[in-house]
């Protein structure tokens, strides 16, 4: 059955930027409060403040942690305080889109002045991938994820590409595909839908800290056939367009969203800046 938003909650882990950041705002025009968990310093710290003053624009409640969501004691500290903002409702979206891994390659490599070392890819599995389990635990634990509750993971084409940089999180990507389907599995008898989301090729904070993201961006527009990059709020569109729901028979999927990307032969369908669509940029500019 279709529901309405109005009035649930919905909690973001990695809630200060990107699609994570586009996602909040998506959910509290449909009338969803926000619950934001971030890990910031400096002026990304300082611009949550202005995105909470946005959400709340929209006529429902923001609440904003800045701390590391792939900690235990954070979940500790946290779930107490998300069953009473939601009256032990609890949310009825959880989005994991943490992105902080390293970005490294794990032999030497010319242009590379490290390679990969065990606590590094130990850690990038463990927050990218493995902390979405410890949420999912902690918060069935407290009875905080009700029965038509949507838990999405945000996941990438680099579970199936590789980069020169990539592999930690090409594995923790893999690794948290695995956690979507087996919690799919075990959610089930309790009306949870379990999915994970592949983005496009997104000009993000985190894509542009992989060493090789402007040739990559570049080759990934002009091979889209909408003829541009995935944006934030393509994301965001489709969060909140599966959260309309009380159904869990979508679940343990990886779903794509990223106008065909994935499934384009290469340039074949590029179109040229001339045929861009108006009100979107083409994938050059959204390189500079």
Sequence with gaps: MLIP????????????????????????????????????????????AELSKEIEGYGVQARFWNMNAASARTRAELVPLVAELTDGAGPHVL???????????????????TTLVQRQLEMTVDVMAHSLVYWVQDLMAARLLRRGAKIYAMTSAGVVQAL?????????????????????????????????LRAGVTVTPSLRRIPEHAEFVARAG?????GRLTEPE??????VLLSGTDSSWLTGNTIGVDGGEL???????????DSAPADRPSAAAAVR
């Design 5 to 48: 938003l109005r009035d649930t909650w919905s909690m973001i882990l990695g809630a200060s930027s990107g699609m994570g950041r586009a996602t909040a705002l998506a959910l509290a025009r449909a009338g969803s409060n926000i619950i934001g968990v971030h890990f910031d310093h400096g002026p990304a710290a300082e611009s949550v």
């Design 95 to 113: 989005l994991h889109s943490l992105a902080f891994g390293s970005l490294v390659p794990y032999l030497p490599r010319a242009g590379h002045g």
């Design 164 to 196: 020169p940089s990539y592999g930690a999180v090409s594995a923790a990507k893999a690794a948290l595909e695995s956690h979507v389907r087996q919690l799919a599995c075990e959610l089930a008898p309790h009306g949870v839908a379990v999915n994970a």
């Design 222 to 226: 002009s091979g889209n056939p909408h």
């Design 234 to 239: 393509d994301v965001a569109e489709a969060v």
């Design 263 to 273: 499934l384009a032969a290469g340039d074949a369908w590029e179109l040229g800046t």
